[in-house]
């Protein structure tokens, strides 16, 4: 007999544990909820909501696709299998559209789930069956860097932007640009990146950048920051197979030059 302190639903025989709502929050932000299994999907849009979300689902990758491109939202959560087009296809499409955050969730525990989905795109992954607290803090944490960019417009002076090798960030803005040219990135490619060049010619160990970047208390491995870096390389690299600003470090992580 399974015993939780919380209240729980029942989902395809897995105990799937909710989490109960505080008196008060500060988000209002627009989440998209892209799952097949309408009971799942309807938990968490159930518990969103309660946290002061809007939400909107879709149940397939197709669908999900459009009301993305409509509503714009502020972070999107998509399973892995989804029928019409999965979860992997839908992350790389919406990479090449938009910066949006993604939590990806799959039902199996495989490293390759979690690592394909990260060098596709997706910003995190939650291993089913999962908390309803655990899932609510990650999307926060997500929209929280989110949150910091846009406070950092107004708090932070004007003209505070790092430039190395072509490479520009204004962090004020929250945009980078190569060559003269914007880039598209996601939050925390923003942040790896303006933490390279914040630290320009100091090497960091793959640990040392998930405690920095990511925060200390992030569930994931070393192969994320890898992954990150990849994409970082295919945006900011003219060859991203023979990088000369991202350069890995042997036997240590990564280091900026430029």
Do not use: C
């Amino acid at each position: 007999m399974i015993r939780v302190s919380e209240p729980y639903w029942q989902v395809h025989g897995r105990v799937v544990v909710a989490f109960e709502q505080n008196s008060y929050t500060d988000y209002m932000s627009t989440i998209i909820v892209i799952e097949d299994d309408r009971t799942l999907a309807e938990l968490v849009k159930y518990n969103l909501i309660r946290e002061g979300f809007a939400v909107f689902t879709a149940a397939d990758g197709v669908a999900g696709l459009e009301l993305i491109r409509r509503e714009k939202p502020d972070a999107v959560i998509m399973d892995v299998m989804l029928p019409g087009m999965d979860g992997f296809e839908l992350t790389r499409l919406l990479r090449r559209e938009f910066s949006t955050p993604v939590l990806i969730l799959t039902a199996r525990s495989e490293e390759i789930d979690k690592v394909l989905g990260l060098e596709l795109g997706a910003d995190d992954y939650l291993t089913k069956p999962f908390s309803m607290r655990e899932l609510l803090a990650r999307v926060k944490a997500m929209l929280r860097r989110g949150d910091l960019a846009r406070l950092d417009a107004v708090s932070q002076p004007e003209g505070l932007v790092l430039k190395a090798g072509g490479i520009e960030i204004d962090q004020a803005r929250h945009r980078l640009s190569v060559g003269g040219q914007a880039v598209d990135v996601t939050p925390r490619e923003f942040d790896l990146l303006s933490f390279f060049m914040t630290n320009r010619g100091l090497a960091f160990s793959r640990d040392t950048l998930l405690d920095r970047v990511w925060g200390p208390d992030y569930p994931g491995d070393s192969r994320t920051v890898d992954v990150h870096v990849r994409w970082l390389r295919q945006k900011i690299e003219v060859e991203p197979s023979r990088p000369k600003h991202l350069v890995t470090v042997r036997g240590l992580g990564y280091k900026f030059e430029g």
